[in-house]
Structures are given as C-alpha cells and as structure tokens.
C-alpha cells in the first residue's frame, strides 16, 4: 500500500484537483482507493458530490473524538472511497493544542483500519500546521503540485524543510518522492523557465546525502491549464465523470499510468520500508516544527 500526502502550502496551485482526479484515475485503472479529506474548505469532499451534512461524522471527528477512520469512511464511485472534511476542522488546531501527541493522532487511528487498500491519498490544507504534520507523519510519501509561476515557488524551501524535520523526528518512511506541475501553459516560456529552476534545484538536492529527497522527481506529464477541471467540482464530480475526453481527463490519466508504473517497479525492485522510528517527546517536538513552519 502506498500512502500519500498531497501538499502545498500554498493555495491555487491544484492540490485538490490532484488529490481527487489522481485518486478518480487510479480508482478507474481497478485499484483500491481511499482519499482522506483533511482540509477544513472540504474542497475534495465537495468535489466528488460528498456535502457537509451535519449527520456525517467527518475526519474532524477522528482527531478530536474517539471516532476511528472506518466509521468516517463512505464508497463514492467503484473502488473509491471518500473521508470527508467538515469546517469544523479548521477548530482542530485549537482544540489539539494542549494534546500529547496531537502530530500522530492520525497515525494510530490509522493502524485501526481493518481494510485493506492499495493507495490512501490525503489531500492536505494549504497550511503547514497539525492537520497538515498529521498527514506527514501518517504518509509514506509526499507528491508536491506546483504551478510553473514564479509565485509558486515561494516558500518552497520552509515547506522542504518542514518534511525534512518530520522525516527525522517523527516518519523516517516519510521522502518527498514526485513533483507535479499543475496548470501548466505549454506555450508560455516562463513555464518551461520555473520547470527547468526547480529541476536544477532538486538535481542538486540530489547531490547531497539528504535522502528524504534524493530520489525525488517530476513526473513527465504535466497537467494543461483546462477550464473542464474547474468546471467539475461545481457538479460534485471527478473530471472523468464530468468530462471524460477532456485535457484534464487525458492528464491525469497519464499521471495515473505514471504512478502505476512506479508502483510496479517498487515491486520489483523487492522495495522495503525503512524502520518507523520511535515517537518521542510530542511537546518538544511540535513546538519545534511549529516555530520552524
């Protein structure tokens, strides 16, 4: 199984219409899907038709109560199934402040589930706070979207180094594995400019002995600027349900096949897990990453 943490702390880049569309395409393709809704916006949710009832327990409900991830968890489309958000969530931070070990309340609920599934996705806020380091610490990877605007790479490297410190305090699993590039103009020479930065970034990165990131790399394809993708969330469906022979469609299909072909080389190459690390003195920790995030 492989869990991922989709994140950006900045909004508007299409972390959610990655999170979902990834998870649609892969669902698609046979494979078992879970995607957990950890934004207080429950954009994800209410991208794949799934409102905030008042009736519905949500992902809120798990961190805050004794709620486990298989009361929260509903089948929205064969071989997909949706944990929702509700805007309650954007509470939990206060609400967890005084909790021990509110970084890995996620974690330990997750060691609950009694079924199993081939990908669990987590679409993630457009913050670096504790909704988001629960995902980190829960999450085996991250997949970062980025737009190829100068704007976007602002605050790249506080967000690296957010993973880079939960890597080695809290998830030695955790490595930041692919690059996404979202809305992207093929026609346009800035976006080929930003693309060829953050390479050259990351190929340097590479060069050190940070293994969090050595092995990162962007996938080939790259999701066009498609007006079908904004489109979709308005009628609560994945853009394969909304507009199937679209751009946005043949993307993330595309990207799926990507996944799906990593996935099986990590097969074949006898992948194993590092060791999971110890949890150890949650206060000091998180007092750590929140004054470094």
């Given at each position: 199984?492989?869990?991922?943490a ?18 649609a395409a ?16 429950a954009?994800?949710s209410?991208h794949?038709g799934?409102?905030?009832q ?5 992902t ?13 968890r509903?089948?929205v ?5 949706l944990?929702?958000?509700h ?5 939990a931070?206060m ?14 609920r997750?060691k ?11 679409d993630?806020?457009?913050s670096?706070?504790v909704?988001?380091?629960n995902a ?25 180094r ?9 998830n030695s699993?955790?490595?930041?594995s ?6 992207f103009d093929?026609?346009t ?13 990351f ?16 996938f ?8 079908r993708?904004?489109?979709a ?8 349900q909304?507009?199937g ?5 043949q993307d993330?299909?595309?990207l ?10 990590m ?14 003195e ?12």
């Open positions: 199984m492989r869990t991922i989709i994140i950006n702390q900045k909004g508007g880049v299409g972390k959610t219409t990655t999170a979902v569309n990834l998870s892969l669902a698609d393709a046979g494979k078992r899907v879970w995607l957990i809704d950890l934004d207080p916006q954009h994800a209410l794949l799934f409102g905030m008042e009736e519905y327990l949500s809120y409900d798990v961190l805050t109560d004794n709620v486990s991830l298989d009361e929260v509903h089948q489309e064969d071989n997909l199934w944990s929702p958000s805007i309650d969530l954007a509470a931070e609400e967890l402040a005084g909790a021990v070990g509110r970084e890995i309340i996620l974690r330990d997750m609950e589930v009694a079924e199993e599934f081939d990908y669990v996705i987590f993630c806020p457009p670096l706070g909704l988001t380091l980190l610490t829960t999450a085996n990877e991250v997949f970062l979207p980025l737009q190829p605007h100068f704007l976007a790479l602002h605050g790249l490297s506080k967000l690296l957010t993973i880079e410190l939960v890597a080695r305090r809290l699993k955790l490595r930041l692919n690059v996404i590039y979202c809305m093929t026609g020479r800035l976006a080929n400019e930003v693309v060829s930065d953050v390479e050259l970034y190929e340097q990165q590479r060069q050190t002995e940070n293994s969090i990131w050595s092995n990162s790399t962007s080939d394809t790259k999701i066009r600027r498609n007006i993708l904004a489109e969330p308005s009628y609560g469906q994945s853009i394969f909304y507009s022979e679209s751009n946005g469609a993330y299909r595309s799926a096949e990507e996944v799906l072909t990593q996935t099986e080389a097969l074949e190459s006898d992948y194993h897990e590092p060791m999971d690390v110890q949890y150890f949650a206060e000091e920790n998180f007092g750590y990453f929140k004054s470094a995030g």
